[in-house]
């Protein structure tokens, strides 16, 4: 592996293989590195809106996620003890993790990445031009780097913002579901300690995911049993093998760093800040922050100011931030059981007032109108 390098992105999720991809598309030389083996699982709802789409049309690429027979979704059904309701989707797909990022990361070799998988990256000595990234014994060294790395990212000098009390991710798949789940359809029980959402992928597996109160996973001894629990609240069938298959889980969910730079290096993605996933909208916000940051690397590799860095905090938060407080707002309302109730309810009744909420959820980013 050569020694230097224009920009060394770590991770290679959606961000990190989006930014790889289109710094090297402007004749960048890139390194994307990833701890894990590819293509590999991911603890996610797999299901990908219409902000996301709309990000890989903009940059080319919508069409080979597409023919991955990605799920198209219909229907997003919630339900807590006391309350029901359907909410039409006007678009949106559903696509397993192994798929989509491995999709990404292709496509960041086609465009001139080179792309190292198993490749667990540190952070290591600030230099005159860039940082040294240590892999393991051998140190290479970057001009820029783009932290792309997930809700735990490597060395930042002062933390990463986690949200006490927030929240824990947790995932799984089964082979097979009651009729009653169907396909194009995100099921999403929702309950005090949590919810799950449930949805079929392309290759007919289900794939759950959940945020869980992290006391109530240790009270019912572990996310198996309390999926199963909060499936039940919701008066939902049993999906049988819920409690004893295999979960993943993650750290805390909500986060946010206190800067998204550093001298020569960009946070993108769930490595600048999350919230808890009740809207879905993680992958948007990931390839939306990665296609902004790489006019921003790019002008770092000419010399580095200290104005970029504040440049790329006021268009992370104008991009992401505002996005982020309404999926904070959403989360909120669900942790209590009389205003999730009564906004299922008046959805339920009047289904149009889901509609802007939806459509902020999913309204293209204007990355391309705010370049530096
Ligand atoms: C329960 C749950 C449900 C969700 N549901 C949805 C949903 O339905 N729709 C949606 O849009 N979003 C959803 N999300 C959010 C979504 O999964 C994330 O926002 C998205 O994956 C962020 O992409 P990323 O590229 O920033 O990070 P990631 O996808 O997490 O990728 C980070 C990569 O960095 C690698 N890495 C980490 N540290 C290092 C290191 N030191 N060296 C090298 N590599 C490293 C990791 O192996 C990983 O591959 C959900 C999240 C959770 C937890």
Known sequence: MNADWDAVVIGAGPAGSLAARQ?????????????????????CGCCINDHALSTLRSVGLLDCILKLDAVPLRIMRLATASAHADVALEAGICLSREAFDQALVDAAGVAGAVFSPSTEAAVGDETHDG??????????????VVIAAGLRPPSMREGNGAEPGSRIGA???????PNFYRRHVVHMACG????????????GRW??????????????????????????????????????CEWRGTVTLTRHPRRVWDRRMFLVGDAAGYVEPFTGEGI????????????????????????????????????IGDRQ????????VLRSPFWSAAALHAVRLVPWLASPVLRRLNAPSQFEKAMP
């Open 171 to 177: 995932g799984a798949t089964l082979d097979a579901a």
């Open 131 to 144: 940082w040294n990234i240590r892999l393991g014994s051998d140190t290479i060294h970057a001009r820029v």
């Open 284 to 319: 948007a916000w990931a390839l939306a922050s990665a296609a902004a940051c790489v006019p921003w690397a790019l002008r770092a590799l000419d010399g580095w100011d200290d104005s970029l860095g504040e440049g790329w905090t006021r268009m992370h938060q104008r991009l």
């Open 207 to 244: 794939n759950l995911a959940a945020a869980f109160d992290r006391d109530a996973v240790r009270r019912v001894s572990g996310p198996g049993p309390l999926a199963a629990q909060i499936v039940h609240q919701a008066g939902w069938p049993a999906l049988p093998g819920l409690e004893q």
């Open 192 to 203: 005090s300690d949590g919810y799950v959402g449930i949805v079929q992928l392309e290759d």
């Open 23 to 43: 710094l090297a598309l402007r004749g960048a030389r890139v390194l994307l590195l990833d701890k894990a083996a590819f293509p590999r699982p991911k603890v």
């Open 325 to 332: 407080r309404l999926c904070r707002t959403a989360s909120r």
